[in-house]
């Protein structure tokens, strides 16, 4: 088989991804603003799309490693990964049509609304001690704290299988517990850090829980949540403060980001003693399409192992509907690292939003799905930013939907189909509102947006 890879097809994809690009700018949207469409563009196109083009010239050790080498399973992979963004900006142009809108316009539109620093933090206390409480009983059907084995003598399989037992081999329903700690903790922390920014007095207050909320987020040893938690606070000192990023300060950030990583994984993983050089080519592939090297392993399954799944790998929640639910992700899994499964160590493979589509419906829908999601993204982007007030709440929410759809990176479509995190932080949201003492103006004036 030769496995040289075809240029002029990877040139091809390269002018698919840069057509959706320019097509989105044309449309008015800007990349280095605080919007939901723009980030995922710009945050999916800095990984999924430069791991997929790795991936495809062999670059990526991991996928070298794993074997993934097909040519034609490659090909796949890389269009699917460029077509992306051709079909998400064209999603949010036809809503941009709908509501004659953009989202340059949106923000701009929310930045002119009067600024107020009202805040009422007594609900944010009993909320974020609440969800203290919950972790506790997580934590106490775990049997430990997965967090404290850096200080253990724990590697290579144990440290698998005692992940394993906190997250996808738990005892109960680990997703919702995770509600509390993954998504409504950096809701509450964006919204105090937001407050802080405006009233230096809630400093204190919103140290400790950006801290609290880091400590909950690094407890199952995974990496992603807390980077996309730092980004979050990074997007929320953007929307406070009228910021947009130059491109100095976003290589800042990702390097920054990229040091993070490195020291997660040096001290998560164990690799005291592996060559640092290797520590930060190992980053580099899990950072740079760690999450699309798996849908390699979900075209290579999906339907030459076993047929399409047609809907019953989505969520099926409170058993509404007449199926049981397949877990697409342990499913991968297992069938790409047997080894493991077999010793009772369950796994997970996600990859970007459309794996799931792919592995239920097969490729049609699959890009359907991509047109429709950027429909939904930008429709979201312009509700929230015409509805919301520029308060410590509403600009919380804000940066926590930018940060919730960039999950669809490396999460399934039924992070929006079946969208629980999106609902109970709406709920907790308009608790918040109703207790927040009334909405006063603090400037009349609209405020222009500004480059840092």
Same mark, same amino acid.
């Given at each position: ?11 091809? +994809? ?77 999603? +949010? ?95 509450? &922390? ?5 407050? &802080? ?13 950006? +801290? ?228 006063? &103006?603090?400037? &009349? ?8």
């Amino acid at each position: 088989m030769d496995l040289t890879p075809n240029f002029g097809f990877a040139f091809l +994809c390269a002018l698919i991804a840069l057509s959706g690009i320019l097509i989105y700018r044309a449309n008015g949207g800007k990349f280095f603003e605080p919007t939901i469409p723009s980030f995922f563009l710009l945050f999916y196109s800095a990984t999924t799309l430069v791991g997929a083009f790795l991936m495809f010239f062999h670059l990526n050790q991991g996928a070298q490693g794993r074997g993934q080498t097909h040519p034609q399973v490659l090909q796949d992979v890389l269009l699917a990964s460029s077509t992306t963004i051709l079909l998400v900006a064209l999603g +949010c142009i036809i809503a941009n049509l709908l509501f004659q809108t953009n989202s340059h316009k949106d923000i701009e539109k929310f930045q002119a609304n009067n600024l107020s620093s009202s805040f009422n933090i007594y609900p944010l206390i009993i909320i974020g001690i609440l969800c203290l409480v919950i972790f506790i009983i997580y934590v106490s059907n775990v049997g430990g704290i997965p967090l404290l084995s850096i200080f253990q003598n724990l590697k290579g399989i144990d440290l698998a299988r005692l992940r394993s037992d906190a997250t996808n081999n738990f005892e109960g329903k680990f997703h919702r517990f995770s509600l509390f700690f993954h998504h409504v903790m950096p809701f509450l &922390s964006f919204s105090i850090f937001a407050a &802080s920014i405006l009233n230096r007095k809630l400093k204190p207050l919103a140290i400790g829980f950006l +801290c609290l909320n880091a400590l909950l987020l690094l407890n199952d040893l995974a990496k992603a949540p807390l980077l996309l938690f730092v980004v979050g606070l990074v997007i929320t000192w953007m929307i406070a403060r009228v910021k947009t990023f130059r491109f100095q300060a976003l290589a800042m950030g990702a390097g920054l980001l990229f040091g993070l990583a490195i020291i997660l994984k040096y001290f998560f993983m164990k690799m005291s003693d592996t060559p640092l050089i290797d520590v930060f080519l190992s980053t580099v592939d899990r950072i740079v399409g760690g999450q699309i090297v798996d849908f390699y392993h979900y075209i290579d399954y999906y339907p030459h192992v076993r047929p399409f799944l047609m809907g019953r790998g989505l969520a099926n929640p409170g058993g509404l509907l007449p199926h049981d639910p397949v877990s697409i992700t342990v499913e991968i899994s297992g069938y790409s690292m047997p080894h493991l499964f077999r010793i009772g160590i369950v796994g997970s493979s996600p990859t970007a939003f459309f794996g799931t589509i792919y592995a239920n419906f097969g490729w049609p829908l699959t890009y359907f799905g991509m047109l429709a999601t950027g429909f939904y993204m930008q429709t979201v982007n312009t509700l929230a930013f015409r509805m919301l007030p520029r308060d410590p709440l509403g600009m919380g929410l804000v940066a926590w939907l930018v940060v919730h759809f960039a999950r669809l990176t490396d999460t399934g479509i039924e992070l929006i189909i079946f969208d629980t995190p999106l609902a109970t932080v709406l709920l907790i949201y308009m608790v918040m509102r109703k207790l927040t003492p009334s909405w006063q &103006s603090e400037s &009349s004036s609209p405020t222009i947006m500004k480059s840092s």
